[in-house]
């Protein structure tokens, strides 16, 4: 029976935690809370951090310091937990509140970030008073964050030799399955590496590419060479390029769609590839399930002065006319953008590869409905999955008769040969694509495959 009793007591007083006003100290509360959060309830970073940035009050430069420190912290968390553990002689104690990802926060700055040590260990240790859980283990956390400080050389040379030492077991496995253990572990160091920015062009990558310092890549994509603020950047207001990785502007160059032409692009949100098809000319229909994702689909079509229909729907249950061609980027688990988004290796586990396998098995039936005979229909995930990919598209054509693979041909990706498989579909893997230095170098994880409806 429910407890009647707790509704009739007097309201206990809340007392807000004390929280300290030294300075910095807001970036690394947030910066903690954040990476606990992640952990906890398996969200995503970038959407947590919008969510608890407004609130934090925090001005541009903290911002950015704790993004920062949250990025790095999940980049190297396999190292970081490591370091932490090893000298922790008692292992981590229990009941400490935010202990663990204090000292996780804190450890990225003084491993990998450029912060003076005694500001990440005085910070943290204030940060371990602030709550009386924490607050009795801060002698141990400042132990461990000055051995840690002392230590860094040690530490970065051990974490250099163990290659797969910041990827989760089972990715590890997967990987070494698919792609034999020098590729897998090639990935994995790619993964350690900020990843570069890349823009697509609606026209002239050579000419955007001298006014925005960047490299012109041989699919037409332009790398830019420093990372900076986008919204400041040549051609922005204008609506000139949008930010896509040059990978996942490849599914589009496989559809080739021709002015004139109704494509159907079925998971298109927020529209990185709908802005690709409406700029080649074609009229195109936009669809998603999410309506949040599909305002900032229309924010940026209109931003780039490109026009769509736009549908809120199921996919799997969707009903229209059959289209010249169809899209279909499957929702999956986002192995391929670890680089971009390092809170995915901890965050998904070998169960939402799955579920999500199920989904994309009936989303591509759908979109296979909605093909017209002799239409093109290309499906792509970014993930380094073959069960969602390769594994996909074998189940699907056993179970689909009428439609075959029509193979991609180099010259349709800027001569990328290395891009295409033996069945002649995409798979692209982190470490290709080598620029200048290791920060230029690489690009998403991507598969992709066009087949044609007999
Ligand atoms: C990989 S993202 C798409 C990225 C997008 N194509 C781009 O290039 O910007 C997958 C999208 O599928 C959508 N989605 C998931 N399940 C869906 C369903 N059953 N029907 C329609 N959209 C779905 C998600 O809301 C998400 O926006």
Redesign the pocket.
Known sequence: MADQSSSRRPARPETPPKLDDAPGLPARRLAATVIDEVLRARTALDETLERMLPESGLDAADASLARAIAVTAFRRLGTIQHAIDARLERGSPRKSGPFEPILTAAAAQILFLDVPDHAAVDLAIRHLHEDARSARYAALGNAVLRRLARERDAVLAEAQAEVFGDTPDWLVESWCTAYGEDTAAAMAQSHREEPPLDLSVKADPAGWAEKLDGIALPIGSVRLRERQAIAGLPGFDEGAWWV?DAA?ALPVKLLAPKPGERIA??????????AQIAAAGASVTA????SP?LRR?KANLARLGLSAEVVT????TWKADPFDAVLL????S?TGTIRRHPDVAWTKLPEDRDRLAA?QAR?FDAAAALTKPGGRLVYC??SLEPQEGEEQTAAFLARNPQFRREPVRPEEIGGLADAIDSNGDIRTLPHQLQGETPRLSGWAGFYATRLIRL
């Open positions: 896509q996942a692009d079925l998971c298109a949100a927020p529209g990185g590839k709908t669809l998603d399930r999410s994702r689909l729907a199921d996919a799997v980027d499957a929702p999956c986002a989904l989303l995930t970014c």
